[in-house]
């Protein structure tokens, strides 16, 4: 962030957009300040869109390209030029269904952040919370976590743990998962907006300034 | 359990047996209706041994043979013959550092249970505390688990989480692991000996009786 100038945030999601929600009603009660400058889609129906755009706020379907669970490369240089044109200072996963490889990586170092449904390293990938269940544990949890180009590999910045309950299905658990994600997201990018986190390697720490 | 009898543990320990005296304390406050009928130990001077002899407890060295990291099959045929003449109904490894395989768990099918130092199926293996701190994960925990003959990779009975502090070293981690596991290890055997837990493929569920 420049010049105690407006931290700046691009949200890129492929689906309903309730993290979008959660960021932007923190953003109104003060928790986190921060604007949302731009809110970027491979789906072009996704309700992340809808949601971003009755909340006035600028928003684009960008065509994912060739290839099905990742962005072509040009494809990925025209997220990263869209959000350079929009000035953002971090770059928020927000339920995007592709991977990043290079182009944004490069762009944003360090400034793309993703929230996972599991306490990671345990369920990286698709239906973390299906695998937390089929595999028996009790408690779960949601990750925000910097994005490397491993899948869900890079450092930790928050987690909370969510138990699991013995009647719960997958969406019982799913719903019970994204309300954590719900609250510790909005709080992470606070704490990034605010230099309160320091990356060491693989570790994160919070500053107590 | 047969018969209303009382249902008695065997314990299994390499170190120092702070796990067994936890189980023993919670037998004493009357939270643990069960009687540790046998401590083995794979290590002569192991302080397990001591404490085990301190209480009064039938308490045994056998030396684990030929190999460093498992006990050899001659061997593993001893421990269980030991702990099928004290007639125990389940067998609780308390920081055991060899791998079973088949004998041991023959014996006793489905009744051999192990606690680790983190939340399975993150951090198998040893120095599972390190390697939660190396991977700056911001919360660990402990796990208590059937032994299958896979590492760590059986199904899980209790768990709970413990959070990483960012001053923590490994040993202040693994304190407050420790204490974690003493709290819900005695629990979780105690629920094991009222018939409370209801294993279900890789899950396990609490009835309500």
Not at 143 to 158: E, K, L
Request: with cysteine.
């Amino acid at each position: 962030m420049s010049n105690g100038e407006t931290f700046r945030i691009g949200v890129l999601g492929s689906g309903n957009g309730s993290n979008l929600i959660a960021i932007t009603e923190a953003i109104e009660r003060g928790e986190l300040s921060a604007e949302i400058a731009l809110v970027l889609s491979d789906v072009k129906e996704a309700e992340i869109l809808q949601h971003a755009k009755r909340r006035g706020l600028m928003a684009c379907y960008i065509a994912p390209g060739k290839y099905r669970t990742k962005l072509d490369e040009e494809t990925e240089k025209s997220y990263s030029c869209a959000l350079q044109q929009a000035d953002v200072d971090l770059v928020v996963l927000a339920g995007f269904m592709r991977i990043l490889k290079d182009e944004l990586l490069k762009s944003f170092p360090g400034k793309v952040i993703n929230i996972h449904p599991s306490l990671l390293p345990s369920f990286p990938g698709v239906g973390a919370w299906k695998q937390a269940l089929d595999h028996g544990v009790k408690f779960t949890g949601a990750t925000v976590h910097f994005v490397d180009q491993g899948i869900d590999s890079g450092a930790i910045i928050a987690q909370e743990p969510v138990p699991l309950l013995d009647g719960d299905t997958p969406e019982s658990l799913l719903d019970r998962i994204q309300q954590t994600e719900h609250r510790i997201y909005p709080k992470a990018i606070a704490d990034i907006a605010e230099g309160r986190i320091i990356s060491k390697g693989h570790r994160t720490f919070r500053s107590t300034k």
